[in-house]
């Protein structure tokens, strides 16, 4: 199995890295080429990649601790993130591996890919793309289907699987990725991904995680504020001052009371929105949403824009990626026109 690369490009630089993948793929259009004997030094994959990753599953099912092994496997959800793993590869391999939740052969793909990748320490990258997210990506790379995998090197894609592929192939390919890194002089050295858990807040934030601890939303409020100012591009002070606000207009509602009040009068606005907060709040997700997608729908032209509103700070407050949001958020767009 061989990927389409063009050696001559190994002085490509992170502006061409945007630019290339941008045409969709740049590189298919080359040939197909011998890895050189010059870089058959180069690292190879571990053989035993999946048996030791199955020996870890079987571990943790016996009820063994096992300590959790770092992984180089990214998640990769907006056109930015796409963006800035482009221009990683500048650094070293960058694998983006294409998977749709409703495709059992990509997922599978994306675990050996993660394995793989994971067992060259730091070599090189697997980003992980959702298509159903991220469509722009696959239309970036010209991928109409997945699983599919894109190799970039030095802002250069290539493809290295359309399909299934055994894992065998899939580590001889993803070897051939890395003795290429090396003829281009991309060593890699990669972090692994942090855990959330693991990373420490910045000194706002966790400011305002401790007023909240202690049931000071005015100062959490005061923290998550100050924070934006600082930096007006942060998004999860962004999303933590809308988690406070949302706290901060259940705290004296009472949800019977609500309830009472929504169902006596479906146009009562105000009504409406306390019970989908409430309902929020309790993880009453859709439910939630549904309400306001039905007060949208019903209301006049004047308090539309009211509802849409409310409706945007409950997305941004869960999430714009989470599945229910984004189903939620194409209703609200069939329903302004």
Known sequence: MSIIFNPADRGASQNAAQGNVAQGGAAQNGAAQE?????RNAMELNPNAAQNAAAQSAGAQSGEQTPSAPTWRYEVNTPEEFQKFVQLSSQGAVIFALY????????????????????????????????????????????SGVPAGVAVLAGRPAPIYTGPVSAEDLGDVLSQVLQLAAQYQLPGGFDPVVPDDEKPLPPLHAEAVAALDRGDLEGARAAYRKAITENPGDKEAKLGLEQVELLSRVKDLDMATERAAAAADPMNIEAAFNVADLDLVGGHVEDSYNRLLRLFSAVGPDDKARVRERLVQLFDVVGASDPRTVKARAALTMALF
């Open 35 to 39: 890895i050189p004997a010059s870089v």
């Open 100 to 143: 749709a939740p409703h495709s059992p052969s990509s997922l599978q793909m994306l675990e050996g890919v993660q394995k793989l990748v994971d067992s060259a320490a730091g070599s090189m990258i697997c980003a992980a793309v959702d298509v159903t997210k991220l469509p722009e990506a696959a239309q970036a790379f010209g991928v």
